[in-house]
């Protein structure tokens, strides 16, 4: 049973729905720039338009009253309101997302505000190379401070980080986000930095006494061992995956043999003393653990890593290959109770999928709405068992930028005509499933 005040909800991300890059005093950001960098982005896709949400965020609201949603979580654009990532503020940039959280209240819809969904400002990576840099957390802690200073007052749900262990792995391993570096020592230091401003952002938040809920959002990949002799590899996968993010958030600290694996092949940052404690505090006052769901993994050994991911022969597998597996939801939800438990806030979930315009000008995608729908009965069943979870939000509500797959990988509820210059908008079949689903409450 859900709730009666459960948010229901849909989410987006400033660089993937917003366009507007270069307006009303915006700094540009480390995607505006990398997307720009020859054969960096599916087919050279940007985000230099994309769904041009900034003028045209009245209309998407309509749209999501219109739907009932509960809840709209989208994220603040930090080289929008401080455009070299330190020092001067952006007052257009503040009154843009005043002005798109009046819009969202007055329509009854809870704004959930992210603070960093990646758009990090070009200036500080050109100024100390950006995460890597122990400098970083002080600047955003007082980026954060100027968000909870500025709208504070009307945002009561904060999401610090999103995904963090998602940016550093793409951009400090494999290479496919900026800043395109593989080097371990650096993607942990880099890592390590978000933990300190996630924790820093909490204490000040809470240290001003504005009575909302904070905390971050990791994309969670619940993991089984393709057999029994990989029981070994899959605790390694979690004690350097999803332990690894989550602990050093939620516990304050890192796991044991994801340390000693680390020291083992020799790329393990120094981590003092008094950056532990941070760790510690931030952790024990963060309020909810935010999860980006998406799909299970299935874990075999390897020699030389610990561990490998194989593909799951046992379920069925999106366009992209991703996994589909509702069950492994509630699986992962009771890890997290067993684990921390901590109210939960499920951030995103989603399919991402080909769809396809009729000539009557409407998206069939049942395939949509019963992903959805089977994640949504895995909800269920974590209340159940007790999970204290406070929300779902799809990805997304209108179609928009996939970082590296471009316009045609859709999530949302509401179609964009990306080859149409109107960027006209289209309810898909999903949208007015969902508009039910929140009328019953889930029911
Ligand atoms: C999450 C991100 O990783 O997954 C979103 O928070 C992203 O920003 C979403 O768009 C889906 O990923 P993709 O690669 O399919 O666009």
Redesign the pocket.
């Known amino acids: 049973m859900f709730k009666k005040d459960f948010l229901w909800g849909s989410a987006s991300?400033a660089y993937?729905i917003e366009g507007a890059i270069n307006t009303d005093g915006k700094g540009s950001s480390i995607w505006d720039v990398w997307a720009h960098i020859e054969g960096k982005t599916f087919e050279g896709t940007n985000g230099d338009i994309a769904c041009d949400h900034y003028h045209r965020f009245k209309e998407d609201v309509q749209l999501m009253k219109e739907q009932g949603l509960k809840a709209y979580r989208f994220s603040i654009s930090w080289p929008r309101i401080i455009p070299k990532g330190r020092g001067e503020i952006n007052p257009l940039g503040i009154k843009f997302y005043n002005d798109l959280i009046d819009e969202l209240i007055k329509n009854d819809i809870i704004p959930v505000v992210t603070l960093y969904?990646?758009d990090l400002p070009q200036a500080l990576q050109d100024l100390y190379s950006g995460w890597l840099s122990p400098e970083i957390v002080e600047d955003f802690e007082n980026y954060a401070s100027v968000c909870f200073e500025n709208f504070g007052d009307r945002v009561k749900h904060w999401i610090v980080m999103?995904?963090p262990n998602?940016f550093t792995q793409l951009g400090y391993i494999l290479q496919i986000h900026p800043p395109g570096i593989n080097d371990p020592y650096m993607y942990l230091k880099a890592y390590h930095h978000t933990a300190l401003a996630h924790a820093k952002s909490v204490l000040k938040y809470k240290s001003m006494n504005q009575g909302g809920i904070i905390g971050s959002?990791i994309?969670f990949s619940p993991a089984y061992a393709e057999n029994e002799e990989d029981n070994e590899a899959l605790e390694h996968y979690y004690a350097t995956g999803p332990w690894w993010f989550m602990d050093s958030y939620m516990k304050g600290e890192y796991p044991e043999i994801g340390l000693n694996y680390y020291k083992e092949i020799a790329c393990l940052p120094e981590f003092s003393k008094d950056d532990m404690a941070i760790l510690k505090e931030g952790a024990e006052l963060t309020d909810f653990i935010g999860i980006?769901y998406?799909q299970t993994a299935m874990i075999r050994k390897h020699e030389t890593y610990g561990h490998e991911q194989v593909k799951n022969p046992n379920v069925e597998h999106t366009d992209?290959g991703w996994a589909i597996d509702p069950e492994g939801l509630l699986y992962g939800m009771k890890e997290l109770k067993d684990r921390y438990d901590k109210p939960v806030l499920i951030s995103?979930n989603?399919l991402?999928a080909y769809d396809t315009l009729t000539d009557d000008l409407e998206i069939e995608d049942d395939y949509r709405i019963d992903f959805i729908k089977k994640h949504i009965e895995a909800c269920d069943q974590a209340i159940e068992y007790g999970v204290d979870l406070i929300a779902y939000m799809t990805?997304?509500f209108t179609d928009?930028l996939?970082?590296?797959?471009g316009y045609k990988?859709r999530?949302g509820f509401v179609f964009i005509d990306f080859e149409d210059d109107t960027l006209r908008r289209i309810k898909k079949k999903s949208y007015y499933w969902y508009k039910d689903v929140i009328e019953n409450n889930g029911l």
């Open positions: 991300a993937q969904h990646w999103n995904e998602i959002s994309a980006n998406y992209w995103e989603g991402g990805w997304s928009l996939s970082w590296l797959n990988k999530y």
